[in-house]
């Protein structure tokens, strides 16, 4: 009772300003919505949905994981280890981003065999609209790291700015492409804004984590090479078989292949425990 009003403070502190993004920035994706409604009807924001499904599958696991992620992120902070905070940090991005990366792109690559074996063949126009959308889960993702570290460090206000900045590019840019795209264009410009918000938060980050945040270029690299891959595959394989067989190819190739030559023997061990933590948690 005696520190119930100084932590009742620090609480609404770090609370208050995430609350106060979500009710700034909750009618600003209804007017998104309505404008895709206006120009294209319920079938396109249908097909928006069903790629936000698929969004909200692949993201799930990486979630869950991550989410060990902060509490010690927080401590670490807590005990002043700058550089034990700042390996964390950019093992947690690193560890999201590998994880996601075959995933996204093995949807991606057989999004619309996938959508038709799912929801039927009614959402088989849907698969540029759902391809974006697992693009987008990727940056998602990232950016959760992204935010973490400013949670861990207590910045919130800076996550304020980053969820009001974020639609408003994202509406900014749709502004221009929904009338030309329509659903595609929705789904576009949440994919650009959320490139833009990931490039602000990094050179903002930067600053607390002391470590170099340049050995994620080598994952950067790989993704544009597998993102051009996944492009090129629906422009020249028309095959849905082959599609669902490559993508099969990619999910099981692309992991083995990262976590032998993108993780030390000790993140290998670190990976382990924590998927292990998680599913030995889940079952208790």
Same mark, same amino acid.
């Given at each position: ?30 007017? !998104? ?11 396109? !924001? ?17 979630? $869950? ?8 992120? @927080? ?101 221009? !492409? ?33 470590? @170099? ?7 950067? $690299? ?63």
């Amino acid at each position: 009772i005696r520190n119930f009003t100084p932590n009742s403070a620090k609480i609404l502190s770090f609370g208050f300003p995430l609350g106060l993004a979500g009710l700034l920035t909750a009618p600003i994706w209804l007017l !998104l919505q309505s404008i895709v409604y206006k120009r294209a009807g319920f079938q396109e !924001l249908g097909y928006i949905r069903a790629g936000q499904s698929i969004f909200g599958l692949i993201t799930f696991l990486p979630g $869950v994981i991550s989410a060990n992620f902060i509490s010690v992120l @927080s401590a670490t902070k807590g005990k002043g280890d700058h550089l034990e905070f700042s390996r964390i940090a950019l093992f947690d991005a690193r560890f999201i981003w590998m994880t996601l990366l075959p995933i996204v792109v093995a949807f991606s690559i057989g999004i619309e065999p996938i959508l038709v074996f799912v929801m039927g063949k009614s959402y088989q126009n849907a698969s540029a609209i759902a391809a974006i959308i697992v693009w987008t889960a990727l940056l998602v993702s990232f950016y959760a790291v992204i935010s973490q570290v400013f949670q861990s460090t207590g910045r919130t206000w800076w996550l304020f700015f980053f969820a009001i900045f974020q639609p408003l590019v994202f509406i900014s840019i749709a502004y221009f !492409l929904v009338p030309v795209m329509l659903g595609s264009g929705y789904v576009l410009a949440e994919l650009l804004s959320d490139v833009a918000l990931i490039g602000i938060g990094v050179v903002l980050s930067r600053k607390m984590i002391l470590g @170099s945040i340049n050995q994620l270029r080598n994952l950067l $690299v790989l993704t544009c090479v597998l993102a051009l891959g996944a492009w090129l595959s629906h422009v020249y394989i028309q095959n849905q078989v082959v599609l669902i067989l490559l993508a099969g190819v990619i999910l099981i190739a692309v992991p083995i292949w990262l976590f032998e030559f993108h993780l030390s023997l000790a993140e290998r061990k670190e990976i382990i425990r924590l998927i292990r933590s998680r599913f030995v948690r889940g079952q208790g």
